[in-house]
């Protein structure tokens, strides 16, 4: 039996609902784990961004030390 692509996308539609509510952290009715789970979220989120962040400046202060000077091009 061989299934059609549209009849698999309905059956993943269907079944989506479900499977959101079957998230522990969505539906927690604990207060303090929804928070924590909020929390680490967003930290991991922002977490390589930071970090991309401050190579990419350590790398712009080091370039214009190298060529000798201390501040940025000149505007």
Do not use: H, K, Y
Not at 3 to 13: C, I, K, Q
Not at 36 to 61: D, N
């Amino acid at each position: 039996m061989r299934f059609s692509l549209s009849g698999v996308l309905l059956l993943a539609l269907l079944l989506a609902p479900q499977l959101g509510q079957a998230c522990a952290v969505c539906f927690s009715s604990n207060d303090e784990n929804r928070l924590a789970f909020t929390v680490t979220t967003f930290f991991l989120t922002a977490l390589p961004l930071v970090m991309i962040g401050s190579f990419v400046l350590w790398l712009r202060q080091r370039v214009f030390r190298l060529r000798g000077t201390l501040r940025g091009p000149a505007a």
